[in-house]
C-alpha cells in the first residue's frame, strides 16, 4: 500500500458514496487506475465493506450502554457458544474480548431504559456470569469509523 492508496482509503473513509471518478479527481488519478486500485484494496479484505453511518439519536436510540462481564469460564467451546449468542443480539455495536481484570466488553445501543433493562435479562440469561457492569454515556464527545491513516 503506498501513499496513493491510503489518500484514497481518508477519502472513502469520510464518504463512501462518492464515485471512483470523483475520488479519482481528488488524488488527481484518471477514474480507471483509481478504480483499479479501490478494487484490489477490497479484494485483499482492506475495504471491508460500505455501509451507511446513521444517526442513533434521530432514529430513537437514545441510549448507549457500555457492559463490561467478567466470567469463570474460559474454555474455547464456550467461547464459541458464548460469542455466537452474543454477535446475534442486534443492540451489540461492538463485541471485544478484554484483557485485565474485565473478559469482555460490550457497547449497546438502545432506545431507552427499559429496552435495555430487557437485553440485560437476555443478556445474564445466555450463561452464568460472575459479575455484568453497565456504564451509560451521557454525552458522545467524539464518535468515528475513519482509522488514522
Known amino acids: 500500500m503506498d501513499e496513493m492508496d491510503r489518500r484514497i ?22 477514474s480507471s487506475p483509481c478504480w483499479k ?3 484490489r484494496m477490497r479484494e485483499d479484505g482492506i ?8 444517526d442513533a439519536s ?11 462481564i467478567k466470567t469463570g469460564e474460559h474454555s474455547s467451546d464456550w467461547l464459541e457458544a458464548f460469542s455466537g449468542k452474543i454477535t446475534d ?6 463485541f471485544h474480548r478484554m484483557s ?11 432506545r431507552d431504559m427499559k429496552t435495555f433493562d430487557e437485553f440485560y435479562k437476555r443478556l445474564i440469561g445466555i450463561t452464568a456470569l460472575n459479575d455484568v457492569s453497565s ?12 482509522l488514522p491513516i
Open 9 to 30: 482509503l481518508n477519502i472513502l473513509q469520510n464518504d463512501a458514496s462518492l464515485s471512483a471518478s470523483d475520488v479519482a479527481r481528488q488524488v488527481g488519478l484518471s
Open 100 to 110: 485485565g481484570d474485565v473478559d469482555y466488553m460490550l457497547k449497546v445501543i438502545v
Open 135 to 146: 456504564r451509560f454515556s451521557m454525552e458522545t464527545i467524539k464518535e468515528t469509523t475513519a
Open 58 to 68: 434521530r432514529l430513537g436510540f437514545g441510549l448507549t450502554v457500555f457492559v463490561s
Open 89 to 94: 443480539m442486534p443492540e451489540v455495536m461492538e
Open 47 to 54: 475495504i471491508k465493506r460500505q455501509t451507511a453511518v446513521l
Open 37 to 39: 486500485r479501490i478494487n
